[in-house]
């Protein structure tokens, strides 16, 4: 494993941490400013909820992925799939990489 290739890697999968990090984040944020009060059936803060939810799982999928390559190569390939699955990365927020 070359030192750049590393670098390379790591950096990839930095973006897309921090793409998903700031997504999630702006989910609390409105969580957090909700108008009170927050009815039992309120369908848009059940929702917000559940994006919350779904943002978290991607996040920990990340973090496995991450975790699977045996070499930068592999990582690589992970990191492109999981970035094709991913409902939350769309072709303006992808990074142009090889």
């Not at 390379?8 to 990090?21: D, F, R, S």
């Not at 997504?23 to 969580?31: A, S, T």
């Not at 690589?76 to 799939?81: A, K």
Request: glycine share 6%; proline share 5%; charged share 25%.
């Amino acid at each position: 494993m070359v030192a750049a290739e590393s670098q390379t890697v790591a950096a990839l999968w930095g973006e897309i941490k921090t793409h998903l990090e700031h997504k999630r984040d702006l989910i609390n944020d409105e969580i957090l400013n909700y108008p009170p009060p927050i009815p039992a059936c309120d369908a848009q803060f059940n929702y917000l909820l559940e994006e919350r939810a779904r943002l978290t799982g991607e996040l920990n999928r990340l973090h496995d992925l991450y975790g699977q390559g045996a070499d930068d190569a592999d990582t690589v390939g992970l990191l492109h799939e999981f970035i094709a699955s991913c409902t939350y990365i769309d072709d303006d927020s992808v990074l142009d990489r090889p």
